[in-house]
């Protein structure tokens, strides 16, 4: 009698891959109405977003931007109250800007521009309002936001919360005024009397900012703080 041989591994692997495409035919032959359906869904929303985008979003960004322009002149020869509240009649301000086009990325710079405008104007608590709200991956201006909310806090007298954002715009992807955020940090921390703080912030500046300008001044507050520490 014939031994009963035991199938090769080619042999399993096409019985395996048979399987396979068996089950998957059954499936789609069995599923096939809603698989449709889903990939029509899919295929809607991308063209809704597309769409979306393309016709309604663009547009009024770009209607956006046109309306700041003369905010933001007035915001460069430093006519804050102008550059906010705008000209009725005339041009739109950035609460304007906020107001009618907030979901577009001009809306959300205008926030940017917006907050400081409060704080150079006085107003801090409303600074810190649209600061806050105002978010973006530009490392140079996301940072100045985050250390003109620090501002708005001392000038509220709110040390911790200034101290950390402070902290919050150094670290914001090293950019190029980290080591003057870092200064800012480390004098709220002497306020707060916290100078193991202070004196990490002023060596930071030391080690990682060494030709700045900011570097000399660490250089010689962190004697001083190391001074200062010991009598408290």
């Known amino acids: 009698m014939a031994k009963n041989r035991k199938p090769t591994k080619n042999q399993e692997k096409h019985i395996s891959v048979g399987e396979v495409v068996e089950k998957t035919e059954i499936f789609v ?110 490392e140079l201006i996301q940072a100045k936001a985050y250390a003109a909310i620090g501002d708005a806090y001392v000038e509220l007298n709110s040390y911790n919360e200034a101290a950390g954002y402070f902290m919050k715009a150094a670290d914001f992807r090293d950019n190029v005024y980290a080591a003057g955020y870092l200064l800012k940090a480390a004098m709220v921390y002497e306020e707060l009397n916290r100078y193991a703080d202070a004196i990490k912030a002023y060596e930071r500046i030391r080690e990682n900012y060494p030709n700045t300008m900011e570097a000399q001044q660490a250089e010689k507050e962190i004697v001083r703080v190391n001074i200062l520490s010991q009598r408290n």
Not at 40 to 46: C, E, N, P
Not at 68 to 89: C, H, K, N, T, V
């Open 29 to 138: 032959t069995k599923y096939q109405k809603p698989i449709i359906i889903g990939i029509s869904v899919i295929v809607l929303l991308v063209l809704v977003f597309f769409g979306y985008k393309k016709l309604y979003s663009e547009p009024r960004n770009d209607e956006a931007l046109a309306r700041m322009y003369l905010a933001e002149q007035q915001f460069r020869i430093d006519s804050f109250r102008l550059a906010f509240e705008g000209e009725p009649g005339s041009y739109y301000g950035f609460r304007r800007i906020i107001e009618d086009f907030g979901s577009t990325d001009a809306g959300n710079l205008a926030r940017y521009y917006a907050g400081i405008c409060q704080l150079r104007l006085g107003n801090f608590d409303e600074a810190v309002k649209h600061l806050k709200k105002y978010s973006s991956e530009d």
